[in-house]
């Protein structure tokens, strides 16, 4: 049996071999053109689509429970088998000149549906953007009014009223809650910062406007009554020279003549409507001495209020004013007709701030 040999290699070739493999260039692993982005979050506040996971169709325009009718101008958008409605809006800046601005009456027309017992938030006009969450009825509802980065106004309301079955509504419950989420960031909600005297009025506007618009401002609240458009002002600085006691009892005529003599010196121009007299409260409202007189002066109504606090604290003094209609001779007969609007809202003002104070 024979055998076969095989060639064998010398070392000199092998180690020959070795130092050429060494000095070949080595292979790179391919490198990507651009590094992988960071997968970017659906814009579920924008894209209707994005929240709602499939191509919403359009519907009809809802209106705010209470309010009567929907809000014009309305694209709507709806799916989840209509469960799932959006309903968008925008406008310019003085679009409707008036009283109050077009996003002051959009905000309080879409909180109608809220139960009577339930505050409503009111318009801040230094607002550049706010949001609010409500259920209502069962319904899940979100609002967001906002700039549109220009000069304008794009205000948006959500609503959603979960599907029985209980996977479905879990489903939709995760999609809604990163609607929340994002709706919950800085950009959506703007503060506006009061001044201590301003402050202490924030909790008496929404009570006195109850369920009428209106918009709170630098100066107070602007609203409407009577067909007028009013100002009810901040609490003005300084104390009334005369001291006003706080108990009604130690009120005494000759204090309120005196008072009144006074202010017919501080304005003498003014042409008297209710000289300074002292408000009857209702008996079962704990409060104390609340004074008011209203003049006409400088083409306006003016009302003001004061009220006593107690010990040695200043008096709290502020206005509800009101131009006078134009081409009316001196304005006393149209002033006639207008003072009972602003002396009716400066005696509520008085019975609000003793329930929320006194």
Request: some cysteine; charged content about 20%.
């Amino acid at each position: 049996m024979t055998s076969t040999k095989r060639p064998t290699i010398p070392l000199a070739c092998l180690l020959a071999l070795l130092a050429a493999a060494c000095s070949l260039p080595a292979i790179a692993a391919p490198k990507h053109r651009h590094a992988a982005k960071a997968k970017a979050q659906p814009d579920v506040v924008g894209d209707f689509h994005a929240l709602a996971q499939q191509n919403p169709w359009a519907c009809e325009p809802l209106a705010s429970a209470g309010a009567g009718k929907p809000w014009p101008g309305a694209e709507s958008s709806c799916a989840w088998q209509n469960r799932l409605h959006i309903q968008r809006w925008s406008w310019r800046d003085g679009a409707a000149p008036s009283c109050l601005s077009s996003q002051a009456r959009w905000w309080h027309w879409a909180q109608a549906g809220l139960q009577p017992t339930v505050p409503r938030s009111v318009w801040d006009r230094r607002w550049t953007a706010q949001t609010l969450h409500m259920r209502a009825g069962g319904e899940e509802r979100l609002l967001i009014l906002r700039r549109d980065g220009k000069d304008g106004w794009e205000a948006t309301e959500w609503r959603w009223n979960p599907n029985p079955r209980p996977a479905t509504r879990r489903w939709q419950e995760g999609r809604w809650k990163l609607l929340l989420e994002a709706a919950s960031q800085p950009q959506f909600r703007s503060a506006a910062a009061d001044s201590a005297d301003a402050a202490r009025m924030r909790p008496i506007w929404p009570r006195l406007l109850g369920t009428r618009p209106g918009e709170i401002g630098s100066q107070g609240l602007a609203l409407e009554s009577g067909g007028l458009c009013l100002q009810a002002g901040n609490p003005l600085p300084g104390q009334t020279k005369l001291h006003l006691s706080y108990s009604p009892n130690d009120s005494r005529l000759e204090q309120r003549a005196a008072m009144h003599l006074q202010l017919s010196r501080q304005y003498p121009e003014a042409k008297w409507l209710t000289q300074f007299k002292m408000l009857d409260m209702p008996a079962n409202l704990p409060s104390g001495a609340k004074f008011l007189a209203s003049w006409v002066e400088g083409g306006q109504v003016i009302g003001q209020l004061w009220m006593p606090l107690k010990g040695d604290a200043t008096t709290v003094r502020l206005r509800v004013t009101t131009p006078l209609p134009p081409h009316q001779g001196d304005g006393m007969a149209a002033a006639g007709k207008i003072k009972p609007v602003v002396e009716r809202e400066l005696e509520a003002i008085a019975m609000q701030w003793a329930a929320a104070y006194e």
